[in-house]
T-cell receptor
Framework: DGGITQSPKYLFRKEGQNVTLSCEQN?????MYWYRQDPGQGLRLIYY???????QKGDIAEGYSVSREKKESFPLTVTSAQKNPTAFYLC???????????FGSGTRLTVV | GIQVEQSPPDLILQEGANSTLRCNFS?????LQWFHQNPWGQLINLFY???GTKQNGRLSATTVATERYSLLYISSSQTTDSGVYFC?????????FGTGTSLTVIP
């Protein structure tokens, strides 16, 4: 079955550490996205990529970095510069024909 | 960016009741979607509906693009409908999300 796989499901980070969240899709979608969700809030866009080797900052890109070396993969690194990284992170891809979003099951990141 | 306002923020229904959720946009959008987030965080796409009306079982959605709003109708609600409903809209490939309507359906 086609879909998006995010890993890990839960992640604990110590202060000052960088961590990388994985997002893999086998849907052959060109566009991929990273969103952050805080409790009781909507989704806020961190970064998006419309094509391999290209990505754009979203509304809250500070303290995050991404890469898009392969169509299937769009990893997100939460750097030590992100002051409040505890949140639920969602990866998505967009079908350019139907305009339907497919989301992964998310990664819950907690700073300890 | 585009501001997205959803109402009501919270809704509690008895099983079998109907409801209407609303989404207003601060600017024109040419892409609009509705999503359901289950209690475990998984987001499912319900409708892609930049204009007009669509129906899927007990759910239907209507978007009036010229007035920058969209409505999601849930009929004969079931406990499995519980969760948070989000709308998202934008232009091109970038979508802006509302803060959601949290729906609880009680037996």
């Amino acid at each position: 079955d086609g879909g998006i796989t995010q890993s890990p499901k839960y992640l604990f980070r110590k202060e000052g550490q960088n961590v990388t969240l994985s997002c893999e899709q086998n849907l052959n979608h060109d566009a991929m996205y990273w969103y952050r969700q805080d409790p009781g809030q909507g989704l806020r866009l961190i970064y998006y990529s419309q094509i391999v080797n290209d990505f754009q900052k979203g509304d809250i890109a500070e303290g995050y970095s991404v890469s898009r070396e392969k169509k299937e993969s769009f990893p997100l690194t939460v750097t030590s510069a992100q002051k409040n990284p505890t949140a639920f992170y969602l990866c998505a891809s967009l079908d350019g024909r139907s305009w339907g979003y497919t989301f992964g099951s998310g990664t819950r990141l907690t700073v300890v | 960016g585009i501001q997205v306002e959803q109402s009501p923020p919270d809704l509690i229904l008895q099983e079998g009741a109907n409801s209407t959720l609303r989404c207003n946009f601060s600017d024109s959008v040419n892409n609009l979607q509705w999503f359901h987030q289950n209690p475990w965080g998984q987001l499912i796409n319900l409708f892609y509906i930049p204009s007009g009306t669509k129906q899927n079982g007990r759910l239907s959605a209507t978007t009036v693009a010229t007035e920058r709003y969209s409505l999601l109708y849930i009929s004969s609600s079931q406990t499995t409908d519980s969760g948070v409903y989000f709308c998202a809209g934008g232009t091109g490939n970038q979508f802006y999300f509302g803060t959601g309507t949290s729906l609880t359906v009680i037996p």
